[in-house]
């Protein structure tokens, strides 16, 4: 089979190899590839890694949906056959994530745990769920990060009502999926773009209200009549969390999702004391909420948006474009 190396950090040490089909063991499963959604993260992981401990030979990317060929003795949840998805956090079941406050569990797919760039991966089966009856195994990929970091934000942390405001810095996965997801929730739901052909677009999507990314609070303010918006997705992170906590309501929370401007984050404690805000990291979610998501997503009739699609062996120019600033998802097909 194909799978994608990293031999050390950079693009140049990314390399298309040839390997041995892996053998599922006692409690594994043996995953056909049909697609991998790529996230940010990823190109950061092949770049500099992160701050984790990767062992080298190493395989980016954590988000496959694909059949399972195989399994290895003792498997109960899965058949052969059955459509599957991985999830992002192997072990992260449901409740509080492991770790400590002086030990983070940072063990993740394509992050420590060898990734999902590759034609088959055997997994535990517990590193997977049943994908949905809904959407093809292209679509189904982009759930594992993107789709529940939107989900876990909103819904299993935000508790999001119908009545409410969201606001989505953007127009990649998380917040394409987080503009979805409010909308069939009942909220009203503002993006922010620099580009005037991505806004169009937002707005062909549900959007009610797509603002340009300059001066995107002052006209929060005038679109809400100075009140704020209930939940912002705060996508860019480093000192950008400072215009979201300008924008946020009175008791209003700001999901804290994204390092695009850096690691670390700053903002007038005026505004989060005085408004009594919540800021809430988001650390992707557990494996029970991705099985709500994907229950959700078949009721709602979720679409992914997936901006291209790209060949295995084009890996290199799927991460460009990802660079770039895609609208929506870019995802690796296995044809």
């Given at each position: 089979m194909r799978r994608w190396e990293m031999t050390g950090f950079g693009r140049e040490a990314l390399r298309l190899q040839r390997v041995?089909?892996?053998?599922?063991?006692?409690?594994?499963?043996?995953?056909?590839?049909?697609?991998?959604?790529?996230?940010?993260?990823?190109?950061?992981?092949?770049?500099?890694?992160?701050?984790?401990?990767?062992?080298?030979?190493?395989?980016?990317?954590?988000?496959?949906?694909?059949?399972?060929?195989?399994?290895?003795?003792?498997?109960?949840?899965?058949?052969?056959?059955?459509?599957?998805?991985?999830?992002?956090?192997?072990?992260?079941?449901a409740g509080p994530p492991p770790g400590t406050a002086k030990a983070l569990d940072v063990r993740c797919l394509g992050g420590v745990h060898p990734g999902v760039l590759a034609e088959y991966i055997a997994v535990p089966e517990d590193w997977c769920v049943a994908a949905p009856h809904s959407l093809d195994l292209v679509e189904a990929s982009t759930l594992p990060c993107a789709g529940l970091t939107a989900w876990f934000a909103l819904v299993e942390r935000g508790r999001l009502k119908a009545g409410?405001?969201?606001?989505?810095?953007?127009?990649?996965?998380?917040?394409?999926?987080?503009?979805?997801?409010?909308?069939?929730?009942?909220?009203?739901?503002?993006?922010?773009?620099?580009?005037?052909?991505?806004?169009?677009?937002?707005?062909?999507?549900?959007?009610?209200?797509?603002?340009?990314?300059?001066?995107?609070?002052?006209?929060v303010y005038r679109l809400t009549a100075d009140r704020g918006i209930d939940h912002i997705l705060e996508i860019v992170g480093g000192a950008h969390l400072a215009r979201s906590l300008e924008a946020v309501a009175v008791d209003g929370r700001v999901s804290v999702i994204g390092v695009i401007a850096g690691y670390d984050l700053s903002g007038a404690a005026g505004n989060l004391m005085l408004k009594s805000a919540t800021v809430q990291g988001i650390r992707v979610g557990h494996r029970r909420a991705l099985e709500d998501l994907v229950r959700a997503v078949d009721v709602m009739a979720l679409k992914p948006v997936i901006d291209r699609r790209y060949a295995l062996e084009d890996v290199p120019a799927a991460l460009d474009h990802l660079e770039r600033g895609p609208f929506g998802k870019i995802v690796i097909g296995f044809d």
């Open positions: 041995p089909i892996p053998e599922p063991g006692p409690g594994h499963i043996l995953v056909k590839s049909a697609a991998v959604s790529l996230n940010y993260r990823d190109t950061l992981v092949i770049e500099h890694g992160m701050g984790l401990a990767l062992d080298f030979p190493f395989t980016p990317a954590s988000d496959l949906a694909g059949t399972i060929a195989a399994i290895g003795a003792g498997v109960t949840r899965f058949q052969v056959g059955d459509r599957v998805i991985t999830t992002f956090f192997p072990g992260w079941i409410q405001s969201v606001l989505v810095q953007g127009t990649g996965g998380v917040a394409l999926f987080g503009l979805q997801i409010a909308k069939a929730h009942g909220a009203e739901v503002f993006v922010t773009s620099s580009a005037p052909d991505k806004r169009e677009r937002a707005r062909a999507l549900g959007a009610d209200h797509a603002i340009d990314r300059d001066g995107w609070v002052e006209a």
